[in-house]
């Protein structure tokens, strides 16, 4: 019998691993991709879009939005309750340092700045223990050149749902401002950005620059001796 014979092909064996990796990074990359753009248009309902900041010459009048609610925060009422707290306080003077320093005039240098210290420390006492209250709002010091104010109550504000009503507490407000020469400014929680969204609308309907910086749920509201800075959007 003829014995048959097969024909052994002799083509080039390839490695395609190095191929294979850069085919499963590329697929890999390209889902990371389709998965952030679906995360992202499902949260496009929550995103507050705005322009970017720019600079005004305007005073800014602050609200806080909280709980789906919009609070002023009535800063000129605190420095009107300060100011009267400073009439009343005795004026401390800083002692000017003789020419001649013998004994007795270097006594009464010591006498004076005891005086003054003692001075400056009721002064620091008294604004320690400050208590300021607003229509929304408790005031007190934070530290001695800083403000903390704390929501009377956790429901305090108006809901966003009536402030485009004409007799509404936010239209009340803004009728003694001027768009001419004052912005609003909101310091939005996280829960309220569809608060925020109604406030602006009627800010923007009264003809009110707005801006806004978002805040955290627990971050408490301070403002230092410098005041705050939210530029117009």
């Not at 929680?189 to 925020?196: E, L, N, T």
């Not at 009264?206 to 230092?224: C, D, H, M, R, S």
Request: hydrophobic residues 35%; glycine residues 4%; charged residues 25%.
């Amino acid at each position: 019998m003829r014995t048959r014979r097969y024909r052994q092909l002799n083509s080039p064996s390839q490695n395609l691993d190095s191929f294979l990796d850069i085919l499963t990074n590329t697929v890999g990359v390209l889902m990371f991709i389709s998965l952030f753009i679906t995360v992202v248009a499902v949260e496009s309902s929550t995103i507050v879009t705005t322009p970017l900041v720019s600079n005004t010459e305007k005073k800014p009048r602050f609200f806080e939005v909280r709980n789906n609610k919009i609070s002023y925060i009535d800063d000129e009422e605190v420095d009107r309750q300060i100011a009267i707290l400073t009439k009343n306080l005795p004026e401390c003077s800083v002692p000017e340092i003789p020419q001649n320093l013998d004994n007795y005039t270097y006594q009464l240098y010591l006498n004076r700045i005891q005086e003054y210290e003692k001075c400056r420390g009721q002064t620091i006492q008294s604004f320690r223990r400050f208590k300021g209250e607003t229509k929304h709002y408790k005031v007190k010091f934070y530290d001695v050149d800083a403000l903390i104010y704390e929501p009377l109550t956790p429901e305090t504000g108006e809901s966003y749902q009536t402030i485009a009503q004409t007799d509404s507490s936010f239209n009340e407000i803004l009728e003694n401002f001027d768009p001419n020469t004052d912005y609003l400014a909101f310091l939005v929680r996280p829960d309220s950005f569809s608060a925020f969204r109604a406030a602006r609308k009627q800010a923007w309907k009264a003809g009110y620059n707005v801006g806004w910086e978002p805040l955290k749920q627990e971050t408490p509201i301070v403002f230092g001796s410098n005041g705050r800075s939210v530029g117009v959007q």
